[in-house]
């Protein structure tokens, strides 16, 4: 990390040294210039450091948003009743008509939701015997 940033600094430095040294035949002084092309060169390093991190989160906000909207994806395995029972994942719409076209019959097909309802319970996570103690005794 350390070499890094040395190697780094050294290379802004080694630019900004060559592009200096020309204009001391202008009469314009080395170290002022050395230190504005130095300048202009973290300058533009923190606006390009600044449109890559932006562009990554960007990139980033985008896969979620895509991942989310893969996952609420629902649907279901179908079989076909036609003869060939060929099987189809269709994705599943509650506010829609679900439809398809069987790939083996080339016919439209209706997927039709059937809805149930069921109990909810609570699992007896207790040994047997403590669960009849506690029912006798209450
Ligand atoms: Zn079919």
Known sequence: MVKRLLVSLAITFSVAAICAWPLTYLGIGFLSSWLFFSAIQFIGFYFYSEHVRRKMALQEQ?????????????????????????????????????????????????????????????????????????????
């Open 62 to 138: 985008a896969f979620i948003l895509a991942q989310e909207a893969e996952l609420s994806k629902q649907g279901a395995e179908v079989t076909c009743p036609c003869d060939q029972g060929i099987k189809c994942f269709v994705p599943i719409s509650l506010n829609e008509r679900n439809e398809y076209n069987c790939p083996g019959c080339k016919k439209d097909i209706n997927v039709f939701v059937d809805l149930k309802t069921a109990l909810v319970t609570t699992p007896v996570l207790e040994p047997p015997d403590t669960v009849i103690k506690q029912t006798i005794l209450s």
